[in-house]
């Protein structure tokens, strides 16, 4: 899959239906050159005065990866 295609997708949180946002980028492992994490664009409804527009998720924590969206436990 590329990162174009896995950019579309909505991140949304398994716990309580609410989407996230959208895949800006990945990091990458140094050592073994494996996906560790996403970088996530935070969705306007999430964003507040308090909080970056960009939060990183682990690849441990995506639960499902459908057509259309991507489902992550946040809190594992």
Same mark, same amino acid.
């Given at each position: 899959m590329k990162l174009?295609?896995?950019?579309?997708?909505? @991140?949304?949180?398994?716990?309580n239906g609410k989407k996230?946002?959208? @895949? @800006?980028?990945v990091i990458f492992d140094p050592n073994n050159g494996?996906?560790?994490k996403f970088v996530?664009?935070?969705?306007?409804?999430?964003?507040?005065?308090?909080?970056?527009d960009e939060v990183c998720i682990r690849f441990t924590q995506i639960?499902?990866?459908?057509e259309d969206v991507i489902l992550i436990d946040i809190n594992s």
């Open positions: 174009s295609e896995l950019q579309r997708k909505d @991140i949304v949180d398994i716990r996230i946002g959208k @895949i @800006i980028d494996y996906m560790i996530i664009e935070r969705s306007s409804i999430i964003k507040n005065i308090f909080s970056s639960k499902k990866m459908g």
